[in-house]
T-cell receptor, first 115, second 112 residues
Framework: SAVISQKPSRDICQRGTSLTIQCQVD?????MFWYRQQPGQSLTLIAT?????????ESGFVIDKFPISRPNLTFSTLTVSNMSPEDSSIYLC????????????FGSGTRLTVV | DAKTTQPPSMDCAEGRAANLPCNHS???????VYWYRQIHSQGPQYIIH???NNETNEMASLIITEDRKSSTLILPHATLRDTAVYYC?????????????FGSGTRLQVQP
């Protein structure tokens, strides 16, 4: 199955600033998915990133707040912009490891704390 | 995707089988049942999936009822390391173009 390297693993940021999270996959994948997991909650899909086109955002998430880049088939970034304490969450990327067991692979997550 | 219903929490004694139920009464014919788990502070981990037939791998067994409206994940000999949140997800197979939708899951606590 695919292996994902997600960076940074954690960060503490000042409100009003921005943080860019990177996901690198060891194989080419069609779609990359970005999730948010608020404290004590389940995972919520933020957006789907397709190489060469603008990301597709879920209801409640907008590009100005969570801009996404997908420059090639193995890499994507998610930026959390103009952060507030409510953005404190774990952010995860995911891809479909369709080549093997049909399971989706997830990065280890970025634990963001906004102060 | 079909909605799933899972108990919020369960306990299991170490060494015993853990049976985690999931209801998906609105599942459609082309939707698979996936199980993932999330150990504290880590990304979700794939466990197993199935369409109609029961499935078994090195981690677990998946039992799907004949009408496909419910399923059970079985961890045959639970260990303390199996303490995690277990998610039952129903989704069509769309060759990597479709994200998984997570419900609230079942928090399994394996007791020594």
């Amino acid at each position: 199955s695919a292996v994902i390297s997600q960076k940074p693993s954690r960060d503490i940021c000042q409100r009003g600033t921005s943080l860019t999270i990177q996901c690198q996959v060891d194989s080419q994948v069609t779609m990359m998915f970005w999730y948010r997991q608020q404290p004590g909650q389940s995972l919520t899909l933020i957006a789907t990133a397709n190489q060469g086109s603008e990301a597709t955002y879920e209801s409640g998430f907008v590009i100005d707040k969570f801009p996404i880049s997908r420059p090639n088939l193995t890499f994507s970034t998610l930026t959390v912009s103009n952060m507030s304490p409510e953005d404190s969450s774990i952010y995860l990327c995911s891809v479909d490891s369709a080549q093997t067991n049909y399971g989706y692979t997830f990065g280890s997550g970025t634990r963001l704390t906004v102060v | 995707d079909a909605k799933t219903t899972q108990p919020p929490s369960m306990d299991c004694a170490e060494g015993r089988a853990a049976n985690l139920p999931c209801n998906h009464s609105t599942i459609s014919g082309n939707e698979y049942v996936y199980w993932y788990r999330q150990i504290h502070s880590q990304g979700p981990q794939y466990i197993i999936h199935g369409l109609k037939n029961n499935e078994t791998n090195e981690m677990a067994s998946l039992i799907i009822t004949e009408d496909r409206k419910s399923s059970t994940l079985i961890l045959p000999h639970a260990t303390l390391r199996d303490t995690a949140v277990y998610y039952c997800i129903v989704s069509i197979r769309d060759t990597g173009r479709r994200a998984l939708t997570f419900g609230s899951g079942t928090r399994l606590q394996v007791q020594p």
